[in-house]
Nanobody
Framework: QVQLVESGGGLVQAGGSLRLSCAASGGTFSSYSMGWFRRAPGKEREFVAAISWRSGTLRYADSVKGRFTIARDNAKNTVYLQMNSLKPEDTAVYHC??????????????????WGQGTQVTGSS
């Protein structure tokens, strides 16, 4: 059973930066394609970014492209989300998620089998 724990959320002014971390345990981290999703108040969970298990393929939502960067460190069993130029509309609970081993990278929520509890990011205007 894979366990995911996010950290790094907080309150930041518009234009500021945050880096989220997601530490994984209980599986072979290097075999999982990883994703970040977010849920804003009153909205559905939406895709933010994903990275393939080989780190060769990245995917971003249009709304964060050019501002957010996903990366992973397999030696530390951790995936990161660097968020720059934050906007108030980026306010949400951010979750990291893992697909089953050696899966093709996906932007679809249902493709992910393991989820963290989330970390709150609030962008103030």
């Amino acid at each position: 059973q894979v366990q995911l724990v996010e950290s790094g959320g907080g309150l930041v002014q518009a234009g500021g930066s945050l880096r989220l971390s997601c530490a994984a345990s209980g599986g072979t981290f290097s075999s999982y394609s990883m994703g970040w999703f977010r849920r804003a108040p009153g909205k559905e969970r939406e895709f933010v970014a994903a990275i393939s298990w080989r780190s060769g393929t990245l995917r971003y939502a249009d709304s964060v492209k050019g501002r957010f960067t996903i990366a992973r460190d397999n030696a530390k069993n951790t995936v990161y989300l660097q968020m720059n130029s934050l906007k108030p509309e980026d306010t949400a609970v951010y979750h990291c998620a893992a697909q089953r081993p050696y899966s093709i990278i996906s932007v679809i929520t249902s493709a992910y089998d393991y989820w963290g509890q989330g970390t709150q990011v609030t962008g103030s205007s």
